[in-house]
Protein backbone atom coordinates (compact mmCIF):
# COMPACT_ATOMS: atom_id res chain seq x y z
CA UNK A 1 0.00 0.00 0.00
CA UNK A 2 1.46 3.48 -0.42
CA UNK A 3 2.57 5.60 2.18
CA UNK A 4 2.01 9.01 3.24
CA UNK A 5 4.70 11.47 2.96
CA UNK A 6 8.20 11.43 5.67
CA UNK A 7 7.85 14.88 7.45
CA UNK A 8 11.27 16.20 5.03
CA UNK A 9 9.02 15.79 1.97
CA UNK A 10 6.20 17.67 3.43
CA UNK A 11 8.94 20.20 4.33
CA UNK A 12 10.03 20.62 1.04
CA UNK A 13 6.57 21.10 -0.78
CA UNK A 14 5.77 23.56 1.75
CA UNK A 15 8.54 25.42 1.55
CA UNK A 16 8.20 25.26 -3.10
CA UNK A 17 4.58 26.13 -2.28
CA UNK A 18 5.64 29.49 -0.62
CA UNK A 19 8.42 29.82 -2.83
CA UNK A 20 6.94 29.27 -6.38
CA UNK A 21 4.91 32.47 -8.36
CA UNK A 22 1.91 30.23 -8.40
CA UNK A 23 0.34 33.75 -8.41
CA UNK A 24 1.18 33.71 -12.09
CA UNK A 25 -1.53 32.33 -13.77
CA UNK A 26 -1.35 33.10 -17.69
CA UNK A 27 -0.42 29.62 -18.15
CA UNK A 28 -4.31 28.47 -17.03
CA UNK A 29 -5.65 31.08 -19.08
CA UNK A 30 -4.02 30.27 -22.27
CA UNK A 31 -4.62 26.53 -21.38
CA UNK A 32 -8.22 27.48 -21.58
CA UNK A 33 -8.38 29.79 -24.04
CA UNK A 34 -10.02 29.18 -27.12
CA UNK A 35 -12.41 25.91 -26.01
CA UNK A 36 -14.52 25.14 -28.05
CA UNK A 37 -16.13 21.67 -26.94
CA UNK A 38 -14.70 18.79 -24.17
CA UNK A 39 -15.73 14.78 -25.23
CA UNK A 40 -17.67 13.71 -21.95
CA UNK A 41 -16.79 10.90 -21.02
CA UNK A 42 -13.45 11.01 -22.44
CA UNK A 43 -12.01 7.28 -22.28
CA UNK A 44 -11.40 5.67 -25.44
CA UNK A 45 -11.76 2.14 -25.94
CA UNK A 46 -10.98 -0.71 -28.32
CA UNK A 47 -13.22 -2.83 -30.03
CA UNK A 48 -13.51 -5.39 -27.27
CA UNK A 49 -14.33 -2.41 -24.54
CA UNK A 50 -10.31 -2.71 -23.77
CA UNK A 51 -9.81 1.08 -21.93
CA UNK A 52 -6.62 2.41 -24.10
CA UNK A 53 -7.38 6.48 -23.29
CA UNK A 54 -9.38 7.66 -20.13
CA UNK A 55 -8.18 11.24 -19.45
CA UNK A 56 -11.44 11.54 -16.69
CA UNK A 57 -9.18 9.24 -14.59
CA UNK A 58 -7.23 12.62 -13.74
CA UNK A 59 -10.37 14.01 -12.03
CA UNK A 60 -8.39 14.31 -8.92
CA UNK A 61 -6.24 16.93 -10.21
CA UNK A 62 -8.07 19.86 -8.87
CA UNK A 63 -7.16 22.53 -6.02
CA UNK A 64 -3.84 22.77 -3.73
CA UNK A 65 -1.33 19.79 -4.00
CA UNK A 66 -1.12 17.34 -1.47
CA UNK A 67 1.68 16.41 0.41
CA UNK A 68 2.47 13.18 -1.62
CA UNK A 69 3.11 15.58 -4.90
CA UNK A 70 5.66 18.06 -6.17
CA UNK A 71 3.56 21.28 -6.26
CA UNK A 72 5.02 22.20 -9.43
CA UNK A 73 4.46 18.88 -10.73
CA UNK A 74 0.67 19.15 -9.53
CA UNK A 75 0.76 22.50 -11.34
CA UNK A 76 1.86 21.61 -14.58
CA UNK A 77 -0.78 18.14 -14.49
CA UNK A 78 -3.93 20.17 -13.76
CA UNK A 79 -2.29 21.96 -17.09
CA UNK A 80 -2.16 18.80 -18.86
CA UNK A 81 -5.41 17.41 -17.86
CA UNK A 82 -7.14 20.19 -20.10
CA UNK A 83 -8.84 18.30 -22.84
CA UNK A 84 -10.82 19.65 -25.40
CA UNK A 85 -11.13 20.86 -28.86
CA UNK A 86 -9.75 24.31 -28.71
CA UNK A 87 -9.56 27.47 -31.37
CA UNK A 88 -5.89 28.57 -31.89
CA UNK A 89 -6.72 31.07 -34.14
CA UNK A 90 -9.62 31.11 -36.53
CA UNK A 91 -8.83 28.18 -38.88
CA UNK A 92 -6.38 26.19 -36.70
CA UNK A 93 -7.91 24.02 -34.27
CA UNK A 94 -6.14 21.36 -31.87
CA UNK A 95 -7.79 18.40 -29.99
CA UNK A 96 -5.41 18.53 -26.32
CA UNK A 97 -5.92 16.02 -23.84
CA UNK A 98 -6.27 12.66 -25.89
CA UNK A 99 -3.02 11.72 -25.82
CA UNK A 100 0.39 12.55 -24.91
CA UNK A 101 0.48 14.70 -27.80
CA UNK A 102 -1.51 17.40 -28.72
CA UNK A 103 -3.51 16.53 -32.60
CA UNK A 104 -4.00 20.06 -35.08
CA UNK A 105 -6.47 20.79 -37.30
CA UNK A 106 -5.65 23.43 -40.40
CA UNK A 107 -8.62 24.15 -42.12
CA UNK A 108 -8.08 24.33 -46.11
CA UNK A 109 -10.15 25.58 -49.11
CA UNK A 110 -11.72 21.62 -48.92
CA UNK A 111 -10.91 20.01 -46.20
CA UNK A 112 -8.83 19.81 -43.52
CA UNK A 113 -5.24 18.96 -42.93
CA UNK A 114 -4.23 17.05 -39.65
CA UNK A 115 -0.64 17.68 -37.94
CA UNK A 116 0.46 14.79 -35.80
CA UNK A 117 -1.75 12.36 -35.47
CA UNK A 118 -1.28 11.24 -31.76
CA UNK A 119 0.02 7.80 -30.91
CA UNK A 120 -2.97 5.56 -31.17
CA UNK A 121 -5.23 5.40 -34.31
CA UNK A 122 -8.66 5.04 -31.91
CA UNK A 123 -7.16 7.95 -29.98
CA UNK A 124 -7.02 10.06 -33.38
CA UNK A 125 -9.93 8.62 -34.51
CA UNK A 126 -11.23 10.16 -31.36
CA UNK A 127 -10.31 13.84 -31.63
CA UNK A 128 -11.02 14.09 -35.55
CA UNK A 129 -14.88 12.74 -34.32
CA UNK A 130 -14.78 15.70 -31.51
CA UNK A 131 -13.33 18.35 -34.59
CA UNK A 132 -16.19 17.21 -36.95
CA UNK A 133 -18.79 17.39 -34.26
CA UNK A 134 -18.27 21.05 -33.68
CA UNK A 135 -16.69 22.17 -36.94
CA UNK A 136 -18.61 20.11 -39.57
CA UNK A 137 -17.31 16.92 -42.10
CA UNK A 138 -14.61 18.30 -43.50
CA UNK A 139 -12.46 15.57 -45.07
CA UNK A 140 -8.58 14.87 -44.48
CA UNK A 141 -6.86 16.47 -47.45
CA UNK A 142 -3.72 15.91 -46.06
CA UNK A 143 -1.36 15.06 -42.60
CA UNK A 144 1.90 16.33 -42.04
CA UNK A 145 4.45 14.74 -39.26
CA UNK A 146 6.74 16.95 -37.72
CA UNK A 147 8.87 14.60 -36.72
CA UNK A 148 9.76 10.86 -36.25
CA UNK A 149 8.34 10.01 -32.82
CA UNK A 150 5.68 7.63 -32.52
CA UNK A 151 3.31 9.71 -30.34
CA UNK A 152 3.28 11.82 -33.48
CA UNK A 153 2.19 9.93 -36.28
CA UNK A 154 0.97 6.42 -34.35
CA UNK A 155 -2.80 7.26 -35.11
CA UNK A 156 -2.47 8.34 -38.87
CA UNK A 157 -4.88 5.55 -39.65
CA UNK A 158 -7.69 7.03 -37.16
CA UNK A 159 -7.39 10.29 -39.52
CA UNK A 160 -6.83 8.71 -42.45
CA UNK A 161 -6.07 5.26 -45.12
CA UNK A 162 -3.35 4.04 -47.37
CA UNK A 163 -6.12 3.87 -50.22
CA UNK A 164 -6.50 7.84 -50.06
CA UNK A 165 -3.01 8.42 -49.55
CA UNK A 166 -1.68 6.00 -52.55
CA UNK A 167 -4.64 7.63 -55.27
CA UNK A 168 -3.09 10.50 -53.86
CA UNK A 169 -6.04 12.56 -52.49
CA UNK A 170 -4.64 12.85 -49.39
CA UNK A 171 -0.60 13.63 -49.21
CA UNK A 172 1.83 13.43 -46.36
CA UNK A 173 4.37 15.04 -45.65
CA UNK A 174 7.05 14.52 -43.27
CA UNK A 175 10.56 15.96 -42.91
CA UNK A 176 13.68 14.16 -44.66
CA UNK A 177 14.53 10.88 -43.11
CA UNK A 178 11.46 10.49 -41.46
CA UNK A 179 10.63 6.91 -42.07
CA UNK A 180 13.98 5.11 -41.44
CA UNK A 181 14.39 7.20 -38.08
CA UNK A 182 10.44 6.34 -37.39
CA UNK A 183 11.16 3.23 -37.40
CA UNK A 184 14.56 2.07 -36.70
CA UNK A 185 14.10 3.75 -33.50
CA UNK A 186 11.13 1.44 -32.45
CA UNK A 187 12.55 -1.98 -34.12
CA UNK A 188 16.60 -1.78 -33.03
CA UNK A 189 16.33 -1.02 -29.35
CA UNK A 190 12.48 -1.02 -29.43
CA UNK A 191 12.14 -4.02 -26.88
CA UNK A 192 14.50 -2.18 -24.11
CA UNK A 193 12.82 1.64 -24.90
CA UNK A 194 9.53 0.04 -24.56
CA UNK A 195 10.07 -1.32 -21.49
CA UNK A 196 11.60 1.42 -19.60
CA UNK A 197 8.66 4.31 -21.48
CA UNK A 198 6.64 1.70 -19.41
CA UNK A 199 8.23 3.15 -16.14
CA UNK A 200 8.82 6.68 -17.24
CA UNK A 201 5.00 6.85 -18.36
CA UNK A 202 3.84 5.07 -15.45
CA UNK A 203 1.35 3.46 -17.95
CA UNK A 204 0.92 0.73 -14.94
CA UNK A 205 0.59 3.05 -12.25
CA UNK A 206 -3.01 3.76 -10.20
CA UNK A 207 -4.02 7.08 -11.18
CA UNK A 208 -4.05 9.67 -7.87
CA UNK A 209 -2.22 11.73 -5.40
CA UNK A 210 -0.22 8.74 -4.37
CA UNK A 211 0.57 7.17 -7.67
CA UNK A 212 0.48 8.76 -11.63
CA UNK A 213 -0.11 12.51 -11.55
CA UNK A 214 1.46 12.95 -15.17
CA UNK A 215 4.53 12.91 -17.28
CA UNK A 216 5.43 16.64 -17.71
CA UNK A 217 5.38 16.80 -20.98
CA UNK A 218 1.50 14.91 -21.02
CA UNK A 219 -0.21 12.93 -19.10
CA UNK A 220 0.44 9.43 -20.16
CA UNK A 221 0.87 7.28 -23.11
CA UNK A 222 -2.33 5.88 -24.91
CA UNK A 223 -2.29 2.13 -25.16
CA UNK A 224 -4.32 1.67 -28.74
CA UNK A 225 -2.59 0.57 -32.06
CA UNK A 226 0.92 2.24 -33.44
CA UNK A 227 -0.07 2.67 -37.36
CA UNK A 228 2.18 4.39 -39.90
CA UNK A 229 1.81 5.58 -43.35
CA UNK A 230 4.87 6.39 -45.33
CA UNK A 231 5.42 9.92 -46.14
CA UNK A 232 4.59 10.93 -49.99
CA UNK A 233 6.18 14.27 -49.85
CA UNK A 234 10.14 15.14 -48.41
CA UNK A 235 10.58 18.03 -47.10
CA UNK A 236 14.32 18.82 -47.43
CA UNK A 237 15.34 22.37 -46.77
CA UNK A 238 14.51 25.37 -44.77
CA UNK A 239 12.37 27.56 -46.89
CA UNK A 240 10.87 25.00 -48.93
CA UNK A 241 7.00 25.94 -49.56
CA UNK A 242 4.13 23.80 -50.00
CA UNK A 243 0.54 24.83 -50.44
CA UNK A 244 -2.00 21.58 -49.31
CA UNK A 245 -5.80 22.28 -49.72
CA UNK A 246 -4.93 25.71 -50.13
CA UNK A 247 -3.08 26.17 -46.88
CA UNK A 248 0.21 27.50 -47.48
CA UNK A 249 2.96 26.23 -45.06
CA UNK A 250 7.00 27.61 -44.80
CA UNK A 251 9.62 24.56 -43.34
CA UNK A 252 12.44 25.56 -41.02
CA UNK A 253 14.42 21.83 -40.88
CA UNK A 254 15.63 20.82 -37.49
CA UNK A 255 17.47 17.87 -37.29
CA UNK A 256 18.87 16.13 -34.28
CA UNK A 257 17.24 18.62 -32.03
CA UNK A 258 14.35 17.01 -29.96
CA UNK A 259 14.40 14.23 -32.60
CA UNK A 260 16.57 13.46 -35.27
CA UNK A 261 14.13 13.79 -37.78
CA UNK A 262 12.38 16.88 -36.78
CA UNK A 263 10.59 20.48 -38.89
CA UNK A 264 8.82 23.57 -37.80
CA UNK A 265 6.18 24.85 -39.79
CA UNK A 266 5.21 28.75 -40.32
CA UNK A 267 1.66 29.08 -41.87
CA UNK A 268 2.00 32.82 -43.42
CA UNK A 269 -1.55 33.30 -43.53
CA UNK A 270 -2.63 32.53 -40.51
CA UNK A 271 0.75 33.96 -38.27
CA UNK A 272 1.18 31.00 -36.63
CA UNK A 273 4.22 28.79 -36.02
CA UNK A 274 4.23 25.29 -34.82
CA UNK A 275 7.28 24.85 -33.21
CA UNK A 276 6.63 20.70 -33.54
CA UNK A 277 8.45 19.71 -30.12
CA UNK A 278 11.40 22.08 -29.79
CA UNK A 279 9.65 24.54 -27.73
CA UNK A 280 7.10 23.84 -25.32
CA UNK A 281 6.28 24.20 -21.80
CA UNK A 282 9.00 22.48 -20.07
CA UNK A 283 12.90 21.82 -20.55
CA UNK A 284 12.75 18.50 -22.74
CA UNK A 285 14.98 15.91 -22.67
CA UNK A 286 18.31 15.40 -24.05
CA UNK A 287 18.55 11.94 -23.34
CA UNK A 288 15.09 10.56 -22.35
CA UNK A 289 14.70 7.85 -19.57
CA UNK A 290 13.69 5.71 -21.95
CA UNK A 291 16.73 5.62 -23.86
CA UNK A 292 17.76 7.08 -26.99
CA UNK A 293 20.10 9.01 -29.34
CA UNK A 294 21.82 12.07 -27.00
CA UNK A 295 20.28 15.13 -28.67
CA UNK A 296 22.17 18.27 -29.53
CA UNK A 297 21.55 20.98 -27.07
CA UNK A 298 23.41 23.19 -29.04
CA UNK A 299 21.78 22.60 -32.51
CA UNK A 300 18.26 22.93 -30.83
CA UNK A 301 19.32 26.57 -29.37
CA UNK A 302 20.42 27.44 -32.86
CA UNK A 303 17.41 26.50 -34.41
CA UNK A 304 15.76 28.53 -32.22
CA UNK A 305 17.56 31.47 -32.72
CA UNK A 306 17.20 30.37 -36.57
CA UNK A 307 13.30 30.54 -36.00
CA UNK A 308 12.82 33.58 -33.94
CA UNK A 309 15.07 35.33 -37.08
CA UNK A 310 12.89 33.48 -39.68
CA UNK A 311 9.07 33.54 -38.45
CA UNK A 312 9.85 35.68 -35.22
CA UNK A 313 8.07 39.17 -36.84
CA UNK A 314 5.45 37.57 -38.01
CA UNK A 315 4.14 35.51 -35.76
CA UNK A 316 1.19 36.39 -33.37
CA UNK A 317 0.42 32.63 -32.04
CA UNK A 318 3.31 29.68 -31.23
CA UNK A 319 1.82 26.33 -30.60
CA UNK A 320 3.86 22.53 -30.17
CA UNK A 321 2.55 18.93 -30.43
CA UNK A 322 2.06 19.01 -26.61
CA UNK A 323 0.94 21.45 -24.02
CA UNK A 324 -0.62 24.76 -25.18
CA UNK A 325 0.07 28.06 -27.34
CA UNK A 326 1.21 31.47 -26.30
CA UNK A 327 -0.51 34.22 -28.15
CA UNK A 328 1.31 37.65 -28.89
CA UNK A 329 4.04 38.71 -31.40
CA UNK A 330 5.97 39.97 -28.38
CA UNK A 331 5.32 37.17 -25.68
CA UNK A 332 6.08 34.37 -28.78
CA UNK A 333 9.39 36.15 -29.26
CA UNK A 334 10.24 35.59 -25.38
CA UNK A 335 8.76 32.43 -25.06
CA UNK A 336 10.84 30.60 -27.98
CA UNK A 337 14.13 32.95 -26.63
CA UNK A 338 13.87 31.72 -23.04
CA UNK A 339 13.84 28.43 -24.28
CA UNK A 340 16.40 29.03 -26.70
CA UNK A 341 18.80 30.29 -23.94
CA UNK A 342 17.81 27.39 -21.48
CA UNK A 343 19.27 24.48 -23.90
CA UNK A 344 22.58 26.91 -25.01
CA UNK A 345 23.38 27.65 -21.32
CA UNK A 346 22.65 23.76 -20.16
CA UNK A 347 25.81 23.09 -23.23
CA UNK A 348 27.60 25.56 -22.95
CA UNK A 349 28.33 25.51 -19.06
CA UNK A 350 28.40 21.98 -19.44
CA UNK A 351 31.23 21.82 -21.96
CA UNK A 352 33.22 24.75 -19.73
CA UNK A 353 33.19 22.63 -16.62
CA UNK A 354 34.41 19.46 -18.56
CA UNK A 355 37.48 21.04 -19.81
CA UNK A 356 37.80 21.74 -16.21
CA UNK A 357 37.82 17.82 -15.72
CA UNK A 358 34.49 17.83 -13.96
CA UNK A 359 32.37 14.81 -14.40
CA UNK A 360 28.98 14.46 -15.57
CA UNK A 361 27.66 13.97 -12.05
CA UNK A 362 29.69 16.70 -10.31
CA UNK A 363 28.36 19.10 -12.97
CA UNK A 364 24.64 17.98 -12.82
CA UNK A 365 25.53 18.79 -8.83
CA UNK A 366 26.65 21.91 -9.50
CA UNK A 367 24.98 23.95 -12.42
CA UNK A 368 22.01 26.08 -11.61
CA UNK A 369 19.92 27.96 -14.46
CA UNK A 370 20.44 31.54 -13.97
CA UNK A 371 17.29 33.50 -12.40
CA UNK A 372 15.54 34.94 -15.62
CA UNK A 373 15.36 31.15 -16.37
CA UNK A 374 14.29 29.88 -13.02
CA UNK A 375 11.82 32.04 -12.90
CA UNK A 376 9.89 31.24 -16.11
CA UNK A 377 7.30 28.29 -15.52
CA UNK A 378 8.07 27.12 -18.89
CA UNK A 379 12.07 26.11 -18.18
CA UNK A 380 10.85 23.74 -15.45
CA UNK A 381 11.85 20.64 -15.54
CA UNK A 382 8.65 18.47 -15.88
CA UNK A 383 10.35 16.47 -18.65
CA UNK A 384 13.72 16.70 -18.83
CA UNK A 385 15.38 17.73 -15.74
CA UNK A 386 18.71 20.12 -15.45
CA UNK A 387 20.45 17.27 -13.33
CA UNK A 388 19.90 14.60 -16.05
CA UNK A 389 20.33 16.24 -19.29
CA UNK A 390 24.03 17.68 -18.19
CA UNK A 391 24.87 14.25 -17.70
CA UNK A 392 23.51 13.40 -20.88
CA UNK A 393 25.98 16.60 -22.60
CA UNK A 394 28.79 14.35 -20.79
CA UNK A 395 28.20 11.84 -22.25
CA UNK A 396 27.52 13.24 -25.52
CA UNK A 397 30.78 14.77 -25.85
CA UNK A 398 33.04 12.10 -23.46
CA UNK A 399 30.92 9.22 -23.39
CA UNK A 400 30.31 7.04 -20.27
CA UNK A 401 33.86 6.69 -18.66
CA UNK A 402 34.74 9.79 -16.29
CA UNK A 403 38.81 8.94 -16.29
CA UNK A 404 38.50 7.48 -13.07
CA UNK A 405 40.87 4.06 -13.54
CA UNK A 406 38.20 2.70 -10.89
CA UNK A 407 35.31 3.05 -13.20
CA UNK A 408 36.51 1.53 -15.83
CA UNK A 409 36.30 -2.12 -15.19
CA UNK A 410 33.23 -2.06 -12.17
CA UNK A 411 30.95 -5.25 -11.27
CA UNK A 412 27.93 -6.22 -12.20
CA UNK A 413 25.53 -4.55 -10.29
CA UNK A 414 24.73 -8.30 -8.26
CA UNK A 415 28.64 -8.86 -8.03
CA UNK A 416 29.57 -5.38 -6.73
CA UNK A 417 25.60 -5.73 -4.16
CA UNK A 418 27.27 -8.69 -3.05
CA UNK A 419 30.80 -7.03 -2.08
CA UNK A 420 29.52 -4.01 -0.58
CA UNK A 421 26.73 -5.65 1.68
CA UNK A 422 30.00 -7.88 2.96
CA UNK A 423 31.77 -4.92 3.60
CA UNK A 424 29.29 -3.05 5.60
CA UNK A 425 28.37 -5.88 7.48
CA UNK A 426 25.49 -7.81 6.37
CA UNK A 427 22.30 -7.29 4.90
CA UNK A 428 20.53 -6.69 8.17
CA UNK A 429 23.12 -4.19 8.83
CA UNK A 430 22.92 -2.07 5.61
CA UNK A 431 19.18 -2.47 6.22
CA UNK A 432 19.36 -0.59 9.99
CA UNK A 433 22.03 2.23 8.63
CA UNK A 434 19.36 2.64 5.76
CA UNK A 435 16.59 3.13 7.43
CA UNK A 436 18.25 5.45 9.83
CA UNK A 437 19.05 7.53 6.75
CA UNK A 438 15.47 7.34 5.61
CA UNK A 439 14.26 8.83 9.21
CA UNK A 440 16.70 11.46 8.56
CA UNK A 441 15.39 12.53 4.63
CA UNK A 442 18.67 11.00 3.16
CA UNK A 443 16.83 9.22 0.25
CA UNK A 444 18.91 9.14 -2.09
CA UNK A 445 21.62 7.62 0.04
CA UNK A 446 19.50 5.12 1.26
CA UNK A 447 18.24 4.21 -2.27
CA UNK A 448 22.22 3.22 -3.18
CA UNK A 449 22.50 1.15 -0.43
CA UNK A 450 19.64 -0.54 -0.22
CA UNK A 451 19.95 -0.82 -3.73
CA UNK A 452 23.04 -3.26 -3.44
CA UNK A 453 20.99 -5.15 -1.14
CA UNK A 454 18.08 -5.84 -3.17
CA UNK A 455 20.81 -7.15 -5.80
CA UNK A 456 22.96 -9.09 -3.60
CA UNK A 457 19.62 -10.71 -2.02
CA UNK A 458 17.03 -10.37 -4.28
CA UNK A 459 14.59 -12.42 -1.33
CA UNK A 460 15.66 -10.19 1.56
CA UNK A 461 12.18 -8.66 2.44
CA UNK A 462 13.34 -5.87 4.70
CA UNK A 463 15.60 -4.24 1.90
CA UNK A 464 12.89 -4.71 -0.68
CA UNK A 465 10.39 -3.44 1.97
CA UNK A 466 12.56 0.21 2.66
CA UNK A 467 13.83 0.49 -0.68
CA UNK A 468 10.12 0.44 -2.07
CA UNK A 469 9.11 3.02 0.47
CA UNK A 470 12.59 5.13 -0.18
CA UNK A 471 11.67 5.28 -4.12
CA UNK A 472 8.00 6.23 -3.22
CA UNK A 473 9.26 9.25 -1.13
CA UNK A 474 11.70 10.33 -3.98
CA UNK A 475 8.88 10.21 -6.14
CA UNK A 476 6.60 12.25 -4.41
CA UNK A 477 9.31 14.63 -4.01
CA UNK A 478 10.27 14.66 -7.78
CA UNK A 479 8.89 18.36 -9.97
CA UNK A 480 10.29 15.57 -12.70
CA UNK A 481 7.35 13.92 -14.03
CA UNK A 482 8.81 11.51 -15.49
CA UNK A 483 11.29 10.70 -12.77
CA UNK A 484 8.21 10.55 -10.35
CA UNK A 485 6.83 7.84 -12.71
CA UNK A 486 10.27 6.05 -12.57
CA UNK A 487 10.40 5.80 -8.61
CA UNK A 488 7.05 4.81 -7.74
CA UNK A 489 7.24 2.24 -10.65
CA UNK A 490 10.42 0.76 -9.27
CA UNK A 491 8.00 0.82 -5.49
CA UNK A 492 5.51 -1.17 -7.93
CA UNK A 493 7.80 -3.94 -9.01
CA UNK A 494 9.75 -4.46 -5.38
CA UNK A 495 6.01 -4.73 -4.08
CA UNK A 496 4.09 -6.20 -6.46
CA UNK A 497 6.57 -7.94 -8.88
CA UNK A 498 7.17 -7.05 -12.55
CA UNK A 499 4.31 -5.53 -14.21
CA UNK A 500 3.70 -5.60 -17.95
CA UNK A 501 4.43 -2.93 -21.02
CA UNK A 502 1.50 -1.31 -22.02
CA UNK A 503 2.62 -0.11 -25.52
CA UNK A 504 4.76 -1.54 -27.84
CA UNK A 505 6.13 0.62 -30.12
CA UNK A 506 7.03 -2.23 -32.72
CA UNK A 507 3.56 -2.84 -33.72
CA UNK A 508 2.83 -4.75 -37.33
CA UNK A 509 2.79 -1.49 -39.42
CA UNK A 510 5.88 -0.27 -38.70
CA UNK A 511 8.21 -3.62 -39.27
CA UNK A 512 6.18 -3.70 -42.35
CA UNK A 513 7.85 -0.34 -43.22
CA UNK A 514 11.58 -1.63 -42.67
CA UNK A 515 13.58 -1.39 -45.61
CA UNK A 516 15.88 -5.19 -46.52
CA UNK A 517 18.83 -3.41 -44.58
CA UNK A 518 16.98 -2.41 -42.33
CA UNK A 519 15.11 -5.57 -41.70
CA UNK A 520 18.16 -7.74 -42.26
CA UNK A 521 19.48 -5.83 -39.27
CA UNK A 522 16.70 -6.15 -36.88
CA UNK A 523 17.11 -9.65 -37.53
CA UNK A 524 20.83 -9.53 -36.96
CA UNK A 525 20.84 -8.17 -33.26
CA UNK A 526 18.54 -10.94 -31.97
CA UNK A 527 21.46 -13.97 -32.91
CA UNK A 528 22.58 -15.22 -29.49
CA UNK A 529 26.39 -14.74 -30.62
CA UNK A 530 27.84 -17.61 -28.30
CA UNK A 531 24.78 -20.45 -29.98
CA UNK A 532 25.26 -19.39 -33.47
CA UNK A 533 29.60 -19.68 -33.02
CA UNK A 534 29.52 -22.96 -35.44
CA UNK A 535 27.05 -21.33 -37.66
CA UNK A 536 27.56 -21.00 -41.14
CA UNK A 537 25.04 -20.00 -43.36
CA UNK A 538 24.21 -18.72 -46.80
CA UNK A 539 21.07 -17.50 -47.69
CA UNK A 540 20.51 -15.17 -50.77
CA UNK A 541 17.24 -12.74 -50.39
CA UNK A 542 15.73 -11.88 -54.22
CA UNK A 543 13.41 -9.10 -54.42
CA UNK A 544 11.32 -9.02 -57.69
CA UNK A 545 9.84 -5.35 -57.28
CA UNK A 546 10.40 -3.79 -60.71
CA UNK A 547 11.62 -0.15 -58.55
CA UNK A 548 13.71 -2.80 -56.82
CA UNK A 549 15.31 -5.28 -58.54
CA UNK A 550 17.70 -5.93 -55.40
CA UNK A 551 19.90 -9.14 -54.76
CA UNK A 552 21.24 -9.59 -51.33
CA UNK A 553 23.46 -12.36 -49.84
CA UNK A 554 23.29 -12.84 -45.80
CA UNK A 555 25.79 -15.12 -44.41
CA UNK A 556 26.30 -16.04 -40.82
CA UNK A 557 29.43 -16.91 -39.43
CA UNK A 558 31.24 -16.37 -36.19
CA UNK A 559 27.95 -15.45 -34.41
CA UNK A 560 27.41 -12.68 -36.68
CA UNK A 561 24.69 -12.19 -39.72
CA UNK A 562 25.77 -10.12 -42.48
CA UNK A 563 24.82 -8.88 -45.80
CA UNK A 564 25.77 -7.56 -49.16
CA UNK A 565 24.22 -6.14 -52.61
CA UNK A 566 27.90 -6.87 -54.26
CA UNK A 567 27.90 -10.13 -56.36
CA UNK A 568 29.56 -13.11 -54.78
CA UNK A 569 30.65 -15.81 -56.21
CA UNK A 570 29.45 -19.48 -55.18
CA UNK A 571 25.69 -20.85 -54.43
CA UNK A 572 23.43 -19.92 -51.48
CA UNK A 573 22.40 -22.70 -49.07
CA UNK A 574 19.06 -21.15 -50.00
CA UNK A 575 17.19 -18.33 -51.80
CA UNK A 576 13.93 -16.53 -50.87
CA UNK A 577 12.08 -14.73 -53.54
CA UNK A 578 9.29 -12.07 -53.01
CA UNK A 579 8.90 -8.32 -53.09
CA UNK A 580 10.35 -5.62 -50.85
CA UNK A 581 6.92 -5.40 -49.45
CA UNK A 582 6.10 -8.93 -48.50
CA UNK A 583 9.60 -9.12 -46.80
CA UNK A 584 8.76 -7.93 -43.48
CA UNK A 585 7.08 -11.20 -42.94
CA UNK A 586 10.38 -12.73 -42.24
CA UNK A 587 10.15 -10.60 -38.86
CA UNK A 588 6.25 -10.91 -38.79
CA UNK A 589 5.16 -14.68 -39.00
CA UNK A 590 8.46 -16.73 -39.18
CA UNK A 591 10.94 -18.22 -40.74
CA UNK A 592 9.11 -21.58 -41.58
CA UNK A 593 9.10 -22.63 -45.14
CA UNK A 594 4.75 -22.82 -44.64
CA UNK A 595 4.59 -19.60 -43.09
CA UNK A 596 6.66 -17.98 -45.91
CA UNK A 597 4.44 -19.55 -48.42
CA UNK A 598 1.45 -18.24 -47.05
CA UNK A 599 3.23 -14.94 -47.10
CA UNK A 600 4.20 -14.90 -50.68
CA UNK A 601 8.10 -15.49 -50.25
CA UNK A 602 9.07 -18.52 -52.15
CA UNK A 603 11.58 -21.01 -51.05
CA UNK A 604 14.57 -22.77 -53.05
CA UNK A 605 17.05 -25.14 -51.84
CA UNK A 606 17.77 -26.14 -48.36
CA UNK A 607 14.77 -25.37 -46.03
CA UNK A 608 16.80 -26.43 -43.06
CA UNK A 609 18.78 -23.74 -42.87
CA UNK A 610 16.04 -21.47 -41.92
CA UNK A 611 15.36 -23.66 -39.23
CA UNK A 612 18.94 -23.37 -38.79
CA UNK A 613 18.82 -19.61 -38.49
CA UNK A 614 15.82 -19.44 -36.34
CA UNK A 615 16.75 -21.69 -33.95
CA UNK A 616 19.83 -19.54 -32.99
CA UNK A 617 16.88 -16.29 -32.38
CA UNK A 618 16.71 -14.86 -29.17
CA UNK A 619 13.83 -12.17 -29.48
CA UNK A 620 14.05 -9.38 -26.44
CA UNK A 621 11.82 -9.58 -23.13
CA UNK A 622 9.11 -7.23 -22.97
CA UNK A 623 8.97 -7.51 -19.52
CA UNK A 624 12.28 -7.92 -17.83
CA UNK A 625 12.79 -6.53 -14.44
CA UNK A 626 14.80 -3.08 -14.04
CA UNK A 627 15.05 -2.53 -10.13
CA UNK A 628 15.40 -6.03 -9.01
CA UNK A 629 17.97 -8.92 -10.75
Given at each position: MPKQAQ???????????????????????????????????????????TVLWDMDTYAFLTGDSPDTVN???WRQSRLGAEQGLFEVVEGIYQVRGFDLSNVTFVEGDKGVLVIDPLLSKE??????????????????TGVVYTHSHAD?????????????????RVPVLAPEGFTEHAVSENVYAGTAMGRRAAYMYGAALARGPQGQ??????????????????????????????????????????????????MLIHFPDFKALCAAEDATHNLHNLLTLRGAVVRDPHAWSHYLTEAIDLFGADTDVV??????????????????????????????????LINKGWTGDEIAEHIQLPPALENAWSTHGYYGSVSHNLKAIYQRYI???????????????VEAGKRYVEFMGGADSVVDKARRSFDAGDFRWAAEVLSHVVFARADHTPARELLADTYEQLGYGSENGTWRNFYLSGATELREGQFGTPTVAASADIIAHLTPPMLFDAIAIQIDGPKAWNENLVIDVKLTDADA????????????????KAPQKGDADVTLTTSARRLPALALGGLSPDKLAEAGIRVDGDASVLASLASVLDPGDQNFPIVTP
Open positions: PSITAQQTDLSERLPFTDTQDFEDAARGLIGRRTPNAVTAEDGPSLTAAAAIALYREHRGERPVHFGGVKGVTTPEDVEAGVGAGLGQTTSTGTITLIPPTVDITTTGQEEVVDGVRMVFQMAPDTEAPSEFASHHWPTWGQERVVEFLGLQRDLYGYLHDQCLRGWFDGNPAHLWRHTPGDRYRLRLANGVLTYT
